[in-house]
């Protein structure tokens, strides 16, 4: 692990990140006291709980330096489909067995991706740009396309599950949905597979170097596989959890969102080369970029004023420390 | 410094730590032995029946050129490739092949060229990898990872900070973690693929100490190197291939560089040349009063057609910037080149390609070719307009240009359209020379013409020289590689801190004389 030198810690992507989100967070408290409230809070927390999920998904799949897009399309094909079986079949199902189909699909989906990228040796950018649009056509084709708001009751009534919920002194009104918690784990989960686990280090070492990892023997096959269908899991969990609180199952939805999430893992330091990407980095690109698209509106900046902003934040959040690194480089040699 | 060309030579002993240590014939020593090795590619034959031999506590030399079939060798006997016939003994036990998991398991490390590390992960972790991945470990143990890695390093008596990424670390100590790698797998045989390329004259001495304390402790070495001079040093025996065939094996203090030379080759590479008489020759290049801050100062010489010109000095003397700058890579400050008596505008690599000054970089890899593409792109680009026809590209004579030269710079190649990383250090150096010569230069600026390719190539690479300069291109030689300006050059320009210190003719001076004085 790096050592955490002064020096260190003001060139980390990290950091400049917290350093972007505090600013942020000031300037609005300061256009509008009532933005640094609970409800503010919760409210973020509750936008960042899909894009959360999916971005550390994103994010394994950059340590292990591959990249996918395709896993918005997956994660909509899960719920959508998901959810047209469990009315089909079984309306009442209890909302785990919901969520275990979702993931479930999800997963071979991303075997799918993994067939191509492990087997067939193509590139991870080419295999899942195609299955990006086969998933997503094929839903649209053969499975509906016309949007569910009559949800299964368990799904709505996991919207409903709160951790905690009140209203504030000054009267309004907050929740913490338990699907932050599905994050938390996630994040849990993934920080166990990554650093405790010799697979997860197996990724590391791959994303690194990936003719290393075969020479000392690591199953490289077998990891990218494994991370594929990882991608794929997860995709299936935040496509349920994106239909239960949306309370509806849209078949539309969620495509599109894939480069945002992809812009939020980098912003937070993942390298697209491979080998490179922390969970915390991850966590505060996604908040970032949360912030961005919830609450621009606070300082005063025009909602379509959010894209250029977002590319804003990402060619300054990466290209200055790329161009940090570059000088070093120069003045050492 | 990179270097792309690959070299065998293979030396080892090892443990005697698993109990069959009852030493009563010589034979029992032996850790591995290859008898009879066949691999085919397709239709060509890389190796045809080679027997290799590696001993517990020995240092063998495994030496070959490029195509000779070492790399083949030693990627069968570390389970890379499966020979196609032939037998394999571990310990005496035989197999037909071996995976790599298996090789790794009976002890065969390798460290290859590039050294093969993560430069994501820590130093620790780099160490203890494969140690782990062989315990069949699922949970990552980072204290017995530090442990590992301590121990390892401890074993060779170094101090590398274990937390520290190996992308932060210098070369010379990513190659001693690369073999704190293989300690710390219980290696009995490590292989080392061009060990002394990257480093400098130091650092190779104190990896050679580490060497010997390998081989103290039992643990076999075999060393795939360009300088035979260091691998003999170090070697207890001789191993040479020559086209996939055994060669010569001995005792190592029974070969020199120029026996070995010749194994390797099947030839004497001739040493000496004939000098040139270029008295009466137009004077071609002239640089005047050339300078530039922090880099060189108060350059000046003339160079004659038909001339080859040395430039030498140790690194930092300001020799690289100093060939650039003929070329325009590098901008000067001060002074004039002028080529014919015309005057070169300084620092435009366009305007001195179009005054006729060609240049080939040290590191081809990076600064000269396009690895990926074809030898036929890679010959032709910049000049495609030569092969103009009416506005479209007259494919035709590109391609007798390629071949043409393929031909007269003896390319080893499969043909015009293989990829440039396909082929063997010397054969990508010849590339890169057919590229500018196709220019008809009047004055060529060589850098480390020979960096990288193996003793055969690098003889045919001063033959071209001396054909060129023949056929009255001007050429300058930018080398520390000490015989082969002796070999190529009439006159070498020693510089020290940025200035020629002084000018060594021709027959002057000795190697080790010439050593000396640039040690000074």
């Known amino acids: 692990m790096n050592r955490l030198s002064l020096k260190n810690l003001a060139t980390r992507n990290e950091t400049l990140v917290a350093v972007v989100i505090v600013a942020f967070c000031l300037l609005a408290t300061f256009s509008d006291p009532l933005f640094l409230s609970v409800t503010t809070l919760t409210d973020l927390m509750r936008a960042s709980v899909v894009i ?24 909509v094909f899960a719920m959508y489909s998901t959810t047209v079986l469990t009315l089909a079949v079984m309306p009442d199902m209890p909302w785990y067995f919901i969520f275990a189909i979702s993931i479930g699909i999800g997963a071979c989906l991303g075997a799918i991706n993994g067939f191509f990228v492990v087997i067939c040796r193509l590139p991870t950018l080419i295999v899942t740009l195609g299955t990006l649009s086969v998933f997503r056509g094929f839903l649209l084709t053969f499975i509906g396309s016309q949007r569910i708001s009559a949800l299964p009751p368990e799904m709505r009534g996991f919207s409903r599950m709160m951790i905690a919920r009140g209203t504030t002194e000054a009267g309004s009104f907050y929740a913490i949905p338990w699907a932050v ?57 935040a496509g349920i959890i994106h239909g239960a609180m949306g309370r509806m199952a849209d078949p539309f939805s969620l495509v599109g969102l894939e480069l945002s999430v992809i812009a939020a893992v980098v912003l937070g330091g993942a390298r697209l080369i491979g080998g490179y990407g922390t969970l915390t980095g991850t966590l505060l690109g996604v908040s970032l970029i949360v912030l961005v698209e919830n609450s621009l509106i606070v300082v005063g900046i025009p909602s379509t004023w959010q894209f250029v902003t977002i590319g804003l934040l990402i060619l300054l959040g990466t290209g200055l420390p790329a161009w940090q690194a570059k000088r070093a480089a120069a003045k050492s040699a | 410094m990179k270097l792309w060309g690959r070299q065998a030579l293979a030396a080892a002993p090892d443990f005697v730590f698993l109990g069959k240590c009852t030493m009563s014939k010589d034979d029992d020593d032996t850790f591995i032995e290859l008898k009879g090795i066949v691999k085919q590619y397709g239709g060509v034959t890389a190796l045809d029946g080679v027997d290799f031999r590696v001993k517990t506590g020995k240092a063998i030399c495994l030496a070959g050129e490029n195509g000779s079939g070492k790399s083949t060798l030693i990627k069968i006997l570390v389970g890379v490739e499966q020979p196609t016939s032939g037998q394999i003994f571990v310990d005496g036990k035989p197999y037909s092949h071996v995976n790599p998991r298996q090789a790794a398991a009976s002890g065969i490390s390798v460290i290859f060229q590039d050294f093969s590390l993560f430069s994501n992960l ?36 170094v101090d590398i900070d274990l937390d520290a990424r190996v992308e932060t670390i210098p070369v010379a100590h990513k190659q001693l973690v690369a073999i704190c790698r293989g ?8 292989i080392m693929d061009e060990p002394t390329t990257a480093l400098t004259g130091r650092e190779v001495q104190a990896l050679l100490g580490i060497i ?43 070969f020199n560089a120029a026996s070995l030379t010749r194994h390797m080759t099947g030839r004497d590479v001739p040493e000496a040349k004939p000098p040139l008489n270029i008295d009466q ?46 070329f325009g890579l590098v901008a000067p400050s ?21 005054a006729g000054i060609g240049y080939v970089p040290e590191d081809r890899l990076t600064e000269g070719l396009f690895l990926t593409q074809s030898i036929i792109r890679n010959v032709a680009v910049g000049r495609f307009d030569h092969h103009r026809s009416g506005g479209f590209l007259n494919l035709t004579s590109l391609v007798d240009e390629a071949r043409g030269w393929i031909e ?79 070999t190529t050059c009439g006159r070498i320009l020693m510089m020290k801190d940025g200035r020629i210190d002084s000018i060594v003719m021709a027959g002057e001076m000795d190697e080790i004389e010439l050593a000396a004085k640039l040690a000074s």
């Open chain 2, 334 to 354: 001060k002074g004039s080149i002028t080529l014919s008596g015309k005057n070169i505008p300084l620092g435009n690599p366009i305007a001195a390609t179009q």
């Open chain 2, 183 to 190: 300690l710390a797998s219980n290696a009995r045989l490590i």
């Open chain 2, 408 to 486: 007269r710079l003896r390319i080893k190649a499969p043909d015009y359209d293989a990829e440039v990383k396909s082929l063997s250090g010397g054969n990508q150096q010849r590339v890169a020379l057919a590229r500018w010569l196709s220019q008809t230069p009047r004055v060529l600026v060589l850098n480390g013409p020979s960096v990288g390719v193996d003793v055969g190539s690098k003889a045919d690479i001063h033959a071209i020289i001396r054909e060129l300069a023949d056929s009255g291109i001007g050429i300058v030689v930018i080398s520390d590689d000490l015989p082969e300006l002796l």
């Open chain 2, 212 to 254: 010997r304390k390998l081989k103290d402790s039992g643990i076999a070495v075999v060393f795939v190197s360009h300088k035979l001079a260091e691998v003999l040093e170090v070697c207890e025996e001789v191993f040479a291939l020559r086209n996939g065939r055994n060669v010569a094996e001995g005792p190592a203090r029974d």
């Open chain 1, 181 to 237: 918690a599905a994050l938390a784990i996630v994040v849990l989960l993934t920080l166990f597979i990554l650093h405790k686990t010799m697979l997860g280090r197996s990724i590391f070492a791959i994303g690194g170097s990936l003719e290393s990892a075969r020479r000392i023997g690591i199953n490289v096959r077998g990891a990218q596989f494994f991370v594929y269908c990882y991608v794929g899991a997860l995709a299936g969990l």
């Open chain 2, 281 to 326: 020759a137009e004077t071609l290049l002239v640089v005047n009063q050339l300078g530039k801050e922090g880099a060189f100062e108060d350059i000046n010489f003339e160079l004659k057609a038909g001339e080859v010109l040395g430039i030498s000095g140790v690194l930092g003397s300001g020799r690289t910037s100093l060939a650039k700058a003929l």
């Open chain 2, 122 to 157: 820590t130093v620790a972790e780099n160490i203890a990898f494969a140690t782990q991945l062989s315990g069949k470990k699922r949970l990552f143990d980072r204290g017995a990872t530090r442990r590992i890695a301590q121990e390892a390093l401890d074993r060779i008596g």
């Open chain 1, 52 to 75: 959360g999920i999916l971005a550390v998904a994103a994010m394994m799949v950059l340590i292990s330096g591959g990249i996918d897009v395709s896993f918005t399309a997956i994660a």
